[in-house]
């Protein structure tokens, strides 16, 4: 099994996620594409893996700006190249599996989900089937933030992601391959 896991991590929560990731699909002897989203990520060809993880942090309910211009080089990319067509039509065997790192110091994961979805459209828009979303309590890192980690609806989140957190998307990631192994093995 072929697995992009790809990522854009500002301050390291998310980043701690991923590598959990490639981990787990290591150690279920999947084929690993690792790739941390910067501002010179180019577009990739998103059809050429079986099941990708895509992650970030969430900025003002959104990915941050690094990820957010990749997703419109890949949709570019993806336009220029016929992929995008009416009603994205599913292709048999591509799944992506769309999580974030998330403080919540406001309003908790409703401040997550919208970027889960905005990342999850790209693919979508491709007719890779979303398999799974996430939401990964993490800390606020930069020092002038440090508040921001115990005064919202989520309590105290400093040091999230913990040991537990990322043992939970070292299994979880585990069962996303178990469960679509069988489904992209069967096919031709």
Known sequence: MKILNIYSSLNG??????????????DMGCELTEVQITKD???????DFDLSF???????????KPALKWI?????????????????????GKFVSVYTTFG??????AEA???VKYMGQLFDHLGISIADEWYVQG???????????TAGRMGNV??????????????RTCGTILNLRPVIDALP
Request: glycine share 6%; charged share 20%; net charge neutral.
């Open 13 to 26: 929560p998310t980043a701690r996620v991923a590598a959990e990731i490639s981990k787990a699909a290591k």
């Open 41 to 47: 990520t180019e577009a990739l060809d998103l059809l």
């Open 54 to 64: 895509f992650g970030s942090g969430v900025y003002s309910w959104l990915p941050p």
């Open 72 to 92: 419109d080089k890949q949709m570019d990319a993806a336009k220029a190249a016929g992929l995008i067509k009416p009603c994205s039509p599913r292709i048999p």
């Open 104 to 109: 919540g110091p406001h309003t908790g994961v």
């Open 113 to 115: 989900v919208p970027a």
């Open 139 to 149: 800390s606020f890192i930069p020092e002038n933030f440090s508040a921001m980690n």
């Open 158 to 171: 400093e040091g999230r992601p913990n040991a537990a957190d990322l043992r939970a998307a070292y299994e």
